[in-house]
Antibody, heavy 116, light 108 residues
């Protein structure tokens, strides 16, 4: 069974940093692209970032470009999202998702709250 | 960026009803469209991809149609476990991957 488990969320002040992680099991992690998708409270889904299986390609939404960095460690079956210069509008549940062009499997998400 | 517009934003229906949700893309996306179901506090779940292909394990009462700019998700006979929010998603022209705003299906 495919499982994705996010961790690392929490309350952070504006301008602060957080590092999210997503551990994967139940599939061949290194051959799958992965993405982060977020959902602000009571709102819809917003794609944030993408990384290919080999890490050769990384992509970002304009809203986070230059502030967020996606990476992965295939030996640990884990994908990361380093978030710097956080803003109130980054407050959301952050889901990781296995990416086969569409998002085949999702984790439950981890809540990031940016507030002073 | 390709904008995805769903309608309606919400609907009320009864168990056993046939329900249709529509999704329109701001430009042609061939059949590169997926549908997801999300229940409160849960992760989104893939229902269909390539507009009409049913994901493994998804009940056959769910079906999808369309190509180009206009798509539909149909639930042939609404079940209690189907009350949820549904999102369409285009993966034709990426980045960015974009979603519709969601359709909440509520109990009448």
């Amino acid at each position: 069974e495919v499982q994705l488990l996010e961790a690392g969320g929490g309350l952070v002040q504006p301008g602060g940093s957080l590092r999210l992680s997503c551990g994967a099991s139940g599939f061949t992690f290194g051959t799958h692209a992965m993405s982060w998708v977020r959902q602000a409270p009571g709102k819809g889904l917003e794609w944030v970032s993408f990384i290919s299986g080999s890490s050769s390609t990384t992509l970002y939404a304009d809203s986070v470009k230059g502030r967020f960095t996606i990476s992965r460690d295939n030996s640990k079956n884990t994908v990361y999202l380093q978030m710097n210069s956080l803003r109130a509008e980054d407050t959301a549940i952050y889901h990781c998702a296995a990416t086969d062009y569409y998002f085949g499997k999702w984790g439950q998400g981890t809540l990031v709250a940016v507030s002073s | 960026d390709i904008q995805m517009t769903q309608s309606p934003s919400s609907l009320s229906a009864s168990v056993g009803d046939r329900v249709t949700i529509t999704c329109r893309a701001s430009q042609g996306i061939s059949n590169f469209l997926a549908w997801y179901q999300q229940k409160p506090g849960k992760a989104p779940k893939l229902l269909l991809y390539e507009a009409s292909r049913l994901e493994a394990g998804v009940p056959s009462r769910f079906s999808g149609s369309g190509s180009g700019t206009d798509f539909a998700l149909t639930i042939s006979s609404l079940q209690p476990e189907d009350f949820a929010t549904y999102y369409c998603h285009q993966y034709y022209n990426t980045p960015p991957w974009t979603f519709g705003q969601g359709t909440k299906v509520e109990i009448k």
